[in-house]
C-alpha cells in the first residue's frame, strides 16, 4: 500500500470529507494541482472547480467553491464556501443555473448595466463545475 | 365580587394561553437544538480559518497593504447590530438596542457619528427612531445562510473602502448558556491581525517553511473579505440560538406566571361558589323557618 495523505473538506456547515486518500487532485489559483503523501507545506488559494481524490481504485468528485487549502503534517485541508459530491447534484437545476447566468452575461455583454457581472459569472462557474461533478459520477 | 360566570372565563382564557406559551417554549427549544448544531458544524470552519490567518499575518508583517487593514484617523464609525427578527423572547432584543445605543451615545461624546447597519427586524424597530440606520436586512434570522452573510460583509466593506466610515464594530449577543446570553461588541473594520493568544502554539506549528500560491500578499487579499463573512456568520449562528434561548426562558417563565394566575383564579372561582351556596342554604333555612 501506498503511502497515504489525510482529506479534510470543511465547509460552513460541518465537515464533508475526513479521509485517508492516496491522491487529492484540485483547482488551485495557478492551475489544476495533485497532492501527494508527504507533499511540503503548502498554502494555496482555491478557485470554484472540482476536487478529486482516489483511494486505491475509488475515486470521488466533489463541486467545490471558492476558499483555500492548506497542505501540513501530511495533512490536507479544504476550507471552502460549499462542498457536494457529485451523486448529490441536481443535475436539472445546475442547468437552469447555467442558463440563467449565460442569459445574465449576455445582457451584461450588450447594454445592461444594472447585472453583476463578477456574480453572473461565479454563477455559470459554479453551474459548469456542478454539471461535471455530476456527470462524472 | 366578580360572578362566576365571569371567573370562569377568564380561567380558561387563562388556560389557552398558558397552552400557546408552553407549545411556544418547545418550539423554541428544539429549534435551539437545530442552532446549536449549526454552530457545532461551524466551528471547526472558524478554528482553521483563524489558524490560517495567523500563520499568514505572521509572515506578511513584511508590510504589505490591505486596504481591508488600513487604520485610519476614526471620524465616523458604523454599527453592525445582529438582532432577531420575532419578539416575545424576553428582553434580549432591547438589550443588544441599548448597546448600541450606549456604543452610539460614546462614540457621540467623542465627536464621532455613528451610523447603523441592522441585522434582524426588531434591531431596525429599536433604533430607528434615532433616525442613523444606514442599512436594514430583514426576515433572514430565521433561515440565514453563508451567502446572506456575504452580502452583508460586502455591503459594509464596501462603504468602509468607499470611506463611509473609518471604523466598524459589531454588536450582537453572545451565547454561553441556555441560561446566559451576554450581548457584546466585537471591532469588525479595520481588519485586525489575529490575536495574539493563539499566535504562539500556531507559530510553533508552522515553523517550517509554506509555499505560497499565489503569494502571501494576494492570498491574504481573498482571505480577508472572507474572514469578515465568517465574522457576520458567526454573529448571526450566535445570535440565532441565543434568541431560542431567551424565548424558552421568557416562554417558562410566562407558563408559570399563568399557572400562579390560574390558582389564584381557581381559590377566588371556589370562595365565590362557596358563598353563593351559602346565600341559597340561608335562603332555604330561612323559608322553611317561615313556614313554621
Given amino acids: 500500500m501506498a503511502q497515504q495523505i489525510a482529506l479534510e473538506v470543511v465547509t460552513p456547515t460541518g465537515a464533508v470529507v475526513n479521509e485517508e486518500v492516496d491522491i487529492v487532485n484540485a483547482p488551485g489559483y495557478g492551475g489544476d494541482f495533485g497532492v501527494l503523501a508527504n507533499h511540503a507545506p503548502f498554502l494555496s488559494t482555491i478557485k470554484i472547480g472540482i476536487l478529486s481524490y482516489e483511494i486505491g481504485k475509488k475515486r470521488e468528485f466533489l463541486m467545490i467553491s471558492g476558499g483555500f487549502c492548506e497542505v501540513s503534517n501530511n495533512k490536507i485541508t479544504f476550507l471552502v464556501e460549499s462542498a457536494e459530491f457529485g451523486h448529490q447534484i441536481d443535475v436539472d437545476r445546475a442547468m437552469k443555473a447555467k442558463e440563467r447566468a449565460e442569459k445574465r452575461l449576455a445582457q451584461a455583454a450588450s447594454h445592461d448595466e444594472s447585472i453583476n457581472v463578477t456574480r453572473a459569472e461565479a454563477a455559470l462557474q459554479r453551474a459548469l463545475s456542478r454539471i461535471k461533478a455530476a456527470s462524472t459520477r | 365580587m366578580p360572578s362566576l360566570k365571569d371567573v370562569k372565563t377568564k380561567i380558561g382564557g387563562v388556560k389557552k394561553t398558558a397552552q400557546i406559551t408552553k407549545a411556544m417554549n418547545m418550539v423554541a427549544s428544539a429549534r435551539l437544538r437545530g442552532a446549536q448544531d449549526k454552530m457545532e458544524a461551524f466551528r471547526p470552519y472558524t478554528a482553521k480559518f483563524n489558524e490560517a490567518m495567523s500563520n499568514l499575518s505572521s509572515r506578511s508583517s513584511s508590510g504589505g497593504n490591505f486596504p481591508l487593514m488600513e487604520k485610519r484617523d476614526v471620524k465616523t464609525v458604523e454599527l453592525v447590530v445582529v438582532t432577531s427578527d420575532r419578539g416575545l ?7 443588544i438596542g441599548k448597546l448600541a445605543e450606549r456604543t452610539m451615545r460614546e462614540y457621540e461624546a467623542q465627536g464621532k457619528p455613528v451610523s447603523f447597519v441592522c441585522v434582524g427586524k426588531k434591531g431596525f424597530q429599536y433604533l430607528k427612531k434615532t433616525e442613523k440606520v444606514r442599512k436594514v436586512y430583514r426576515d433572514i434570522m430565521g433561515t440565514f445562510q453563508m451567502f446572506n452573510a456575504r452580502e452583508i460583509a460586502t455591503e459594509v466593506s464596501q462603504n468602509f473602502l468607499a470611506g463611509g466610515s473609518d471604523k466598524v464594530e459589531i454588536i450582537f449577543s453572545e451565547f454561553r448558556s441556555v441560561a446566559v446570553q451576554r450581548p457584546t461588541g466585537h471591532d469588525f473594520l479595520p481588519v485586525q491581525p489575529s490575536e495574539a493568544t493563539e499566535g504562539e502554539s500556531t507559530a510553533a506549528k ?15 487579499d ?25 424565548r424558552m426562558t421568557a416562554m417558562d417563565n410566562a407558563t408559570n406566571a399563568c399557572k400562579d394566575i390560574i390558582s389564584k383564579l381557581t381559590i377566588l372561582y371556589n370562595k365565590a361558589r362557596q358563598a353563593a351556596i351559602t346565600a341559597e342554604l340561608m335562603d332555604i333555612v330561612g323559608g322553611a323557618e317561615a313556614l313554621k
Avoid: D, K, R
Wanted: aromatic share 10%; net charge negative.
Fill in chain 2, 89 to 95: 423572547c424576553g428582553s434580549f432584543n432591547s438589550n
Fill in chain 2, 222 to 246: 481573498v482571505l480577508q473579505p472572507l474572514y469578515l463573512n465568517v465574522m457576520i456568520y458567526h454573529a448571526m449562528l450566535e445570535v440565532g440560538a441565543s434568541e431560542h434561548a431567551a
Fill in chain 2, 206 to 220: 508552522i515553523s517550517g517553511e509554506y509555499i505560497y500560491e499565489p503569494s502571501v500578499e494576494e492570498i491574504m
